[in-house]
Each structure stands twice: as structure tokens, then as C-alpha cells.
């Protein structure tokens, strides 16, 4: 699982939920970017968890090809943990590709992410 950068700073992609692990795994992945020593990509103690400051940022995007199970059940884990809202696109025909894509939207609560965070690390 990867989390990338994008061209406003507030937004995030979240990219690679189709490798190795589950919705939890990815979700506390995302949560270990942001533990990072403040202005360095160095990450801090595991017994530090992020705090709200930390997340900085509001929203994230993620994708699915197909009707692939990893996409649904990332955005799954956000709703069932109270983890923030949603808006999903209806599947389409990736021009590049010709699979069929689907993405997501996640603006962040982020007192929900940290507290969830602290309880699953």
C-alpha cells in the first residue's frame, strides 16, 4: 500500500490496496505515513501514534479495477469505524487500460482515524 501525493495538498492517494494485506492492514499503513518525526520523513517511535495535527490532510482517493473485493472493503472498514464520508463513482471503462475502474473519495474524520489508530496499532 502506497500513499501518494497529489496536486493539492490536501488530498492524498491511497494506491496499492490490491497487494499483500487486508482493509485493517492498509488502513493502519495509511495511519503510519502520517507518524513521521515533524518535517522529516523519518518515522517516530511506535509508541507514539499520530496525533490530529499529524494528519495533515483532508481528503483521500482510492480506486478499484472491476469488481474487485479490495476496494469495497477498504471503503467498508471507513463506514463501519465511523472513519469519515464517502462518495463512490459508478464502475467505468478505464480508456487506458479497458478494465473497468471504480474510486472513492474519503473526506477524513480525522479525531476518528487517531482514536481508531491508538486502539488498533
Known amino acids: ?16 490496496l490490491s497487494e499483500k494485506g487486508d482493509s485493517v492492514h492498509h488502513l493502519k499503513e495509511f495511519c503510519k505515513h502520517f507518524n513521521r518525526v515533524p518535517g522529516s520523513y523519518l518515522p517516530r517511535e511506535r509508541a507514539t501514534p499520530p496525533t490530529l495535527k499529524d494528519f495533515s490532510v483532508s481528503h483521500a482517493v482510492f480506486t ?11 471503503a467498508a472498514l471507513i463506514t463501519q469505524e465511523g472513519l469519515g464520508e464517502l462518495v463512490c463513482s459508478t464502475l467505468a471503462d478505464n480508456p487506458n487500460s479497458g478494465h473497468k475502474v471504480q474510486g472513492w473519495i474519503w473526506t477524513i474524520n480525522k479525531q476518528a482515524l487517531v482514536e481508531w489508530y491508538k486502539e488498533h496499532r
Not at 500500500?1 to 496499492?16: A, L, P, Y
Open 1 to 16: 500500500m502506497n500513499v501518494g501525493s497529489m496536486q493539492c495538498c490536501g488530498f492524498r492517494e491511497i494506491s496499492g
Open 64 to 74: 478499484a479495477t472491476g469488481r474487485a473485493k479490495y476496494g469495497r472493503a477498504f
